[in-house]
């Protein structure tokens, strides 16, 4: 409950007047308030409390500003300017420190490309060899058949003439012959086999031997699915607390790993449909169904509704500002400010989906290509192929930006009518829009198909990607969640349900946000950090 003192007004600093007496000048100390007072106050408010004469306390606080002054120029300030020049010390030994470990890094890497080459020639060389051999072997095997032909034949030929026009001698010779024959059928040779497996998942073999990454800093670090990173709250520059104690800031050690099961940490039906969830940094979320945002709570509470006289047709949060951006059927790029929709730029062609991306750049796709533009509209790059060349993307339907490598992935229905095969997938392009994979939705064999889908065509409706680089990617067909690795490696299925997966989203404790059925929303735990 508020005290009486913290209702009453305060006084404006360079205020002359009493903030209760208008009329009156302030004149006096109080002793007990620790505030400045009237000769009216001193009869009512603060009757009986020990004042002083404004002019009497005065020389004691011009001196408290004096020392004040002198120990900030003396000292403060020294302080302020040695930290300053440590900066530039910090910054020059912050540039060579990730120099070096880059082309460490860089030299690990040419040397594993050598000696996978060097292995790769070595296998190839005993594959030659073992050709070789078997090619001799088998050419002589021929030789040898072809000559037991001919001999054959030749046979052949004797016995016949014998049948026809030999004595009795020579036709039990004959007979004598083929009882006990000189030659024989040629065994077929042992040839030299060979085989090759590829690796299921050559990603764990690839980071054993690549070393190990440990980083320290603000914040979470990129690591894969089993590595341990360390991180801490140790910015570079000590504070004034420790520089004083002299304590260190100790590391703190995290581990990303998948966990063994799924959990659910919270599922409930939405008071709207969803075609589109956006996760927020607070906890809460973002949706769209036709004309209508909503954002609700982590229990499906209703916070915000905003109408729109369009059909939006995507949402994306903004990693740098936080703020909400929306695409929608009149071409329109908009920006949601204090609850309002603010037009930032217009397409020539009809936008499908919308990234915003941690470079402050607008990703739009369209039919046929995506396309990035500035936050005012001027485009920097696109997808969009030249005369009749089949297009890299076909029917975009969500795309999103790896928060570690800035790759961008796209779900793309590839429908025949924009140029594709009909056949959806996911593309992974580099910042420039150059392709690196292309995922199908392939799974291993062990795992089968529900009841509820017996393993219909992949359907990427919705994908993101969450804080270590991993996509996550809802089969709507399937009635499942996927997860795979930034190089395309499948890694699990996350989740499956009863219900078409409709949208996905990661918030920013990597909680999966899934949306099955139209307004079954479950937030899914799926990796421990």
């Known amino acids: 409950m508020a005290t009486a003192k913290s209702q009453m007004p305060l006084r404006i600093k360079g205020q002359t007047a009493c903030i209760h007496h208008k009329e009156r000048q302030l004149e006096f100390y109080c002793e007990k308030c620790q505030e400045l007072v009237c000769p009216k106050c001193l009869s009512s408010i603060h009757k009986t409390h020990p004042v002083s004469d404004l002019s009497e306390i005065t020389p004691q606080k011009a001196l408290d500003i004096k020392n004040f002054i002198d120990r900030t120029e003396k000292k403060s300030f020294v302080q302020i300017r040695k930290y300053i020049t440590t900066t530039d010390t910090l910054l020059k030994d912050n540039t060579s420190t990730f120099e070096k470990l880059s082309q460490k890094l860089k030299m690990q890497t040419d040397k594993l490309k050598q000696e996978l080459d060097m292995l790769t020639e070595q296998t190839l060389s005993l594959y030659h060899k073992m050709e070789e051999n078997n090619t001799k072997l088998i050419k002589t095997y021929k030789q040898d058949l072809e000559m037991y032909e001919k001999q054959l034949k030749q046979q052949i030929q004797e016995c016949k003439a014998s049948l026809q026009r030999g004595s009795h001698i020579q036709i039990y010779d004959t007979y004598c012959e083929i009882q006990s024959p000189t030659y024989s059928l040629p065994v077929k040779p042992v040839l030299g086999t060979a085989n090759f497996t590829p690796s299921e998942n050559p990603q764990d073999h690839l980071k054993k031997a690549l070393g190990k990454v440990i980083t320290s800093g603000q914040g979470q670090t990129l690591t894969d699915q089993d590595r341990s990173v360390s991180t801490s709250d140790d910015m570079g520059q000590p504070s004034s607390q420790q520089q004083q104690s002299g304590a260190k800031v100790k590391k703190a050690v995290t581990t990303y790993k998948l966990l063994p099961q799924t959990k659910i940490v919270e599922e409930w039906k939405a008071p709207c449909y969803i075609d589109s969830i956006c996760p927020t940094t607070d906890g809460q979320v973002w949706t769209i169904f036709y004309i209508t945002l909503t954002l609700l709570d982590r229990k499906g509470n209703e916070i915000q509704e905003v109408k ?58 369209m039919t046929r290509h995506i396309s990035k533009f500035t936050t005012d509209g001027k485009m920097v790059c696109t997808t969009m192929a030249k005369g009749t060349g089949k297009p890299l993307v076909c029917t975009p339907n969500s795309i999103s930006e790896c928060p570690v490598t800035h790759n961008v992935a796209v779900t793309d229905f590839s429908s025949e009518s924009d140029g594709g095969d009909g056949k959806r997938h996911v593309v992974v392009m580099d910042t420039d829009f150059k392709e690196l994979l292309v995922y199908r939705g392939d799974t291993p064999s062990t795992y089968k198909p529900t009841p509820q889908t017996e393993g219909r065509p992949f359907n990427p409706h919705g994908v993101v990607y969450d804080s270590v680089g991993n996509l996550i990617i809802g089969d709507y067909n399937n009635h499942r969640v996927l997860l795979i690795s930034g190089g395309g490696e499948f890694l699990r299925v996350i989740h499956t349900d009863t219900g078409y997966t409709r949208a996905v989203g990661v918030d920013r404790e990597d909680v999966l946000w899934a949306v099955f059925g139209g307004d079954n929303v479950k937030l899914l735990q799926y990796s421990s950090v």
């Open 308 to 365: 729109h006289k369009a059909w939006i047709r995507d949402i994306s949060l903004s990693p740098t500002t936080h703020t909400l951006w929306v695409c929608d059927t009149e071409n329109n790029i908009m920006e949601l400010v204090s609850g309002r929709l603010t037009h930032r730029f217009s397409t020539k062609e009809l936008p499908r989906c919308i990234c915003v991306t941690a470079s402050n750049h607008v990703i739009v796709g």
